[in-house]
C-alpha cells in the first residue's frame, strides 16, 4: 500500500474570515460643537457690559446693553397710536347703523389699527435688539468692548462656545475614503495631558477629496465631561478601519516553498496545497489572501508529512494534550 492510502493523523482547524484592519494615525485639531461671534442687531452706544471673560452662561442671559431711550420712546409712542386708532374704530363701530361713516371709512380704520399694532411690534423687536443675549449655554471669552463705545453690527463683541462636547477635524488618506463611515469609533489623546484616550464617534465625512495633499476630511465629536479641553487644542487621532475579509489561518500553518507561501486545506479527507499571499499578521495568525471556502479545514499540526492527496484523520487536539500530560505522568 502506498503511504498515500494510509490516513495521516492531523490536528485541523476551521478556517475563519475577518476583515483587514488598519490602524490610522492623525494629528486633530478641535472645536466647540457651537462656537458664534456675537455681535448687535443694531448700531448704538454700550450702556453696560454683564460678562467677564472665560464666564459660563446661560441662554437667554444679556452681556450687553445698548442705550434704549430712543426705542423705548418708539415704543411707547406705538403704543399710543394703537389705543389711538382703537379708539377710532369703535367710535366708527357704534355709530355704524345711523349711517353716519361709511363701510370703506370703518374698513379704513381696521387697517389703520392693524398697522399700528405691526408698528408697536416692531418698536418691541427694536428695543429688545438692544440687548445682546446668548443664544445658548456656553463659556463667553475676552471683549474689548467697554460702557461708552459706539458699536456697530459688524462689530465683534465676544465669543461664546458650548464646550460640553468638542468636534475633533483631522485629515485621512484618500485610500480609506471608502471603508470610513459615520459612527466608526476614534480615540482621540490630548498632547498636553496625560489623561486616558477618549472614546469618540466619527460625525462627519468630507465630500472631496483635496488634489494637494490626497487626503480628505473627518470629523468626530468626543465629550468632555471635565471641561479640561479647549476649542483650539491639538489631539492625536487613533482608529481603526476595517478593510476587505479575508480568510484567517495560524501562522504555524504557513508553509514556505519555491513558489510562496501556502497552506494545507483538507477536502474530501484529502490535503490539498493552496498557495496563499500573506495581507497582516496578527498575534500568532494570518490574515491570507487565498482561494479558501467559508467552513473548510486546513491542517494546523502535521503539515511535514503532507503531500497532494494525502488522505489525513483529524485529531482531537484536547485528547492529545490529555495524552501527552498523562505520559508524562507515568514514572
Known amino acids: 500500500r502506498s ?17 483587514e484592519r488598519t490602524r490610522i494615525e492623525a494629528v486633530g485639531t478641535a472645536r466647540a460643537i457651537r462656537s458664534v ?46 389705543e389711538d386708532a382703537k379708539r377710532l374704530l369703535n367710535r366708527y363701530e357704534r355709530t355704524a347703523g345711523h349711517g353716519a361713516f361709511t363701510l370703506n371709512t370703518i374698513d379704513s380704520a381696521r387697517t389703520t389699527l392693524e398697522a399700528a399694532r405691526i408698528e408697536e411690534q416692531r418698536a418691541v423687536v427694536a428695543l429688545e ?5 446668548a ?30 462636547k468638542l468636534l475633533v477635524s483631522f485629515e485621512i ?25 477618549i472614546e469618540g464617534r466619527i460625525v462627519d465625512i468630507g465630500a472631496r477629496i483635496d488634489p494637494v495633499s490626497r487626503t480628505f476630511l473627518a470629523r468626530a465629536q468626543i465629550p468632555n465631561p471635565n471641561d479640561r479641553l479647549r476649542p483650539g487644542m491639538s489631539f492625536r487621532v487613533s482608529l481603526v478601519l476595517a478593510g476587505p475579509v479575508y480568510p484567517v489561518v495560524p501562522e504555524v500553518a504557513v508553509q514556505w516553498g519555491g513558489d510562496g507561501a501556502y497552506i494545507w486545506a483538507v477536502h474530501d479527507a484529502k490535503a490539498r496545497r493552496v498557495g496563499v499571499a ?14 479558501l471556502e467559508d467552513g473548510i479545514s486546513i491542517v494546523v499540526e502535521g503539515v511535514q508529512r ?6 489525513v484523520t483529524p485529531l ?13 505522568r507515568t514514572p
Do not use: Y
Not at 3 to 19: D, G, Y
Not at 40 to 66: C, D, I, M, R, W
Not at 129 to 133: G, L
Not at 278 to 291: F, H, M, N, P, S
Open 3 to 19: 503511504a498515500n492510502s494510509r490516513p495521516t493523523p492531523v490536528i485541523l482547524e476551521p478556517v475563519v474570515f475577518e476583515a
Open 37 to 82: 461671534t456675537l455681535h448687535a442687531a443694531v448700531a448704538g452706544e454700550v450702556t453696560a457690559v454683564h460678562f467677564k471673560a472665560n464666564q459660563a452662561v446661560s441662554p437667554g442671559k444679556v452681556l450687553v446693553e445698548l442705550d434704549r431711550r430712543d426705542a423705548e420712546l418708539a415704543r411707547a409712542l406705538a403704543k399710543v397710536q394703537v
Open 129 to 133: 435688539d438692544r440687548s445682546i443675549k
Open 135 to 164: 443664544p445658548f449655554a456656553g463659556f463667553v471669552g475676552i471683549t474689548e468692548i467697554e460702557p461708552g463705545n459706539r458699536i456697530e453690527p459688524d462689530t465683534a463683541i465676544t465669543t461664546l462656545d458650548d464646550r460640553s
Open 173 to 197: 488618506p484618500e485610500l480609506f475614503f471608502e471603508q470610513l463611515t459615520v459612527g466608526d469609533p476614534v480615540s482621540i489623546a490630548s498632547w498636553t495631558t496625560r489623561d486616558m484616550p
Open 278 to 291: 500573506i495581507v497582516q499578521r496578527r498575534a500568532g495568525r494570518v490574515l491570507v489572501d487565498a482561494k
Open 306 to 311: 503532507m503531500r497532494e492527496g494525502q488522505l
Open 316 to 328: 482531537d487536539p484536547q485528547a492529545e494534550d490529555d495524552a501527552f500530560l498523562a505520559r508524562r
